[in-house]
């Protein structure tokens, strides 16, 4: 079975901002996603951990204020890890980097296939490449304005 081989667009700044742009956000949708996931991650192991310590016997009394210490401590490190995903947003960010990601993705498909907006007869390929770049703009301008509106309203929450 032959390979399929994805189609180029022609050279213009349009097919340079839709690769770059694409690229950016696919790269900054994995960064925001592995953040999340590790320090999620460590918020189940420590949340985990708290019980288990509390729940051990140990004979020597200097254990078991190790123990307690070390449960609180994991405590501490609870809320502190629960502060930074509520401060860098990285879940929210996954989400809204993957989904812009991949609405560039399906507008160059569309492009291709010339479906969708793109399915006018007789319109010459330079008005189809102007319209895909005010298409994709339009999309990196709404994910920004997104990004606008998360920063002031975590700027108004904040005392």
Do not use: C
């Not at 930074?84 to 498909?109: C, D, G, M, P, V």
């Amino acid at each position: 079975m032959a390979e399929m081989v994805e189609p180029d667009l022609p050279e213009s700044a349009t097919a340079f901002r839709l690769k770059d742009q694409t690229v950016w956000y696919d790269k900054k949708s994995g960064t925001a996603q592995r953040a999340f996931k590790r320090i999620k991650l460590a918020e189940i192991i420590a949340a985990a951990l708290i019980p288990f310590l509390g729940s051990l016997t140990v004979p020597f009394p200097s254990f078991k204020e190790h123990i307690v210490l070390v449960s609180g401590a994991l405590g501490v490190l609870i809320t502190i890890l629960e502060g930074i995903l509520h401060l860098y947003r990285y879940q929210e960010n996954w989400n809204n980097y993957r989904s812009t990601a991949e609405a560039l993705k399906h507008e160059k498909f569309l492009y291709f296939a010339k479906a969708g907006p793109y399915a006018k007869p007789d319109t010459t390929p330079d008005v189809l490449l102007a319209l895909l770049a005010e298409r994709v703009e339009s999309l990196v301008s709404q994910e920004h304005a997104k990004w606008i509106n998360i920063q002031s309203d975590q700027e108004k929450k904040q005392p």
